[in-house]
């Protein structure tokens, strides 16, 4: 298995992680606006998850096994009473900043039939930190997670390079 390879099952297992932590933090929210944002970011793992694995699919490499990390980031995500929404989007998104620098150069460095996937998985890290972002300045992150969904709703091929 070639480097990017590695990469993208290292990619497609963090995007089964992220679902089960986010779907577990929509489980214990108490507000149905915070159930509801929590559950957009994990459909937007899900549809990460899924261009990933398809394009794991075309390059004939099987899907990895990701069973312990998802069991471990769900289990990150336990109740923490008193911290706030803004407390949580404000501890998410140093590791996000550093999450889309680390992408940006992987999609730089992706080779020519590994850019779209590459930019895919960047667009979608972007998008988590918009999210925060917005959230932290009092507006409704939802909009930017939404229009990815609903653009890569649009494509064909997701996760293709062709």
Known sequence: MNDFAKTLCDWYVGEMGGDAYFTRLAEHADATAERDKWRLLAALEQATAARLLDA?????IAPPDFDAYVTAAAGRAEPRPGVTWRQQMLEMKPRLEQYV???????????PDGSVIAGDYLAHEQALLDFVVDEIDG????PVVQRLLQAWRATQRPGGDS
């Open 56 to 60: 794991l699919t075309e390059r004939g």
């Open 139 to 142: 507006r409704d992150g939802s």
């Open 101 to 111: 620098a680390q992408f940006q150069t992987a999609r730089d460095q992706a080779p």
